[in-house]
């Protein structure tokens, strides 16, 4: 029996958005082992390109938007050349956040991690919530206890192994948990896991919010105020799903005009807080073409950027 179950789990690597057969070899039972490839990179990022509070008709000085940082960026096969972190759709092709790591419960993930800070130079790592590991794929520092996964130093590079168990279909984040944590996280080093049931259909478009304070601004996906957040986009009949995360210290409200879903316990709503480290997943079949707002309803965090637009067309 388990010869047979190594003759059916594949070996995956995902290059751009397609998954490869690449091989045959040992993995979790009726799943499959996939590879990716992800560094620690260097970027000048600016929470408001245009330089514009759209709503508020205000001009932002590119001195308090602009700043170096470190991101992870998704990598081809052995980090040869760096790729998109999601389809264009998801993240409106921002780097922040990290790759978007996709599997199915049942799935053995290796996360190839390489550090190419050479801006701070500082150690890094990864960190996962929502699936199963060993203690020497935590990417956690703890001082006498952790190994090289929680102190990967500048060209350095290390392998994680994840299993996506029964209890991890959903979103999840990931994030750097190094000595360099604080750090990292406020300037956008942080990332989500989407991972389906063994059964799940997968959504026709899924979109990434991640909440998160970014200097003096609130941010979605590390972008300030409608026309620099990402614009989200779906048609009628379409199965929207969002993966929303708060990151940080601050608790979220999210909102989408024009729009309910249903909890787990069968609840309409159209508002759902989100704490630091938290995520959910919500979905509905598409049926109210237009432009609508999402946001955080927590005023003043949408008054300091955190807004985007969803245009829904026929």
Known sequence: ?????????????????????????????????????????????????????AIMGMTISPAKTVFSTVVYRRYSPHWRKPEPNAPNSSADGLLIPGPLIKARVGDHLRIHFKNMDMLRREPHSMHFHGVHYEPSSDGAYVPGFSGADAMVRPGHSYTYELTAGD???????????????????????????????????????????????????????????????????????????????????????????????????GVSRDTQTVGPAES???????????????????????????????????
Not at 223 to 234: D, E, H, I, L, S
């Open 280 to 314: 959910f997943r919500i979905q509905w079949r598409e049926d109210a073409p237009g432009t609508w707002l999402y946001h955080c309803h927590v005023e003043d965090h949408m008054a300091h950027g955190m807004i985007g637009i969803y245009r829904v067309s026929r």
């Open 167 to 265: 209890d991890s279909a959903g979103v999840w984040p990931y994030h750097d948990h190094s000595p360099s944590m604080m750090d990292s996280i406020e300037g956008g080093m942080y990332g989500m896991l989407s991972i389906l049931g063994r059964h799940e259909r997968a959504p026709d478009r899924e979109f990434e919010v991640v909440l998160a304070p970014m200097g003096k601004f609130m941010t979605i996906d590390g972008r300030a105020f409608v026309g620099n957040t990402p614009v989200f986009r779906a048609k009628v009949g379409q199965l929207v799903q969002w993966d929303v995360m708060a990151m940080g210290s601050d608790f979220h409200t999210f909102h989408v005009h024009g729009h309910r879903w249903m909890t787990p316990g």
């Open 1 to 53: 029996m388990w010869a047979r179950a190594l003759a059916v789990a594949g070996v995956l690597t995902l290059s751009g958005f397609g998954i490869y057969e690449a091989a045959f070899a040992e993995g979790a039972p009726g799943g499959r082992t996939i590879d990716y490839w992800v560094a620690a990179v260097p970027v000048v990022w600016n929470m408001a390109p245009n330089g514009h509070d």
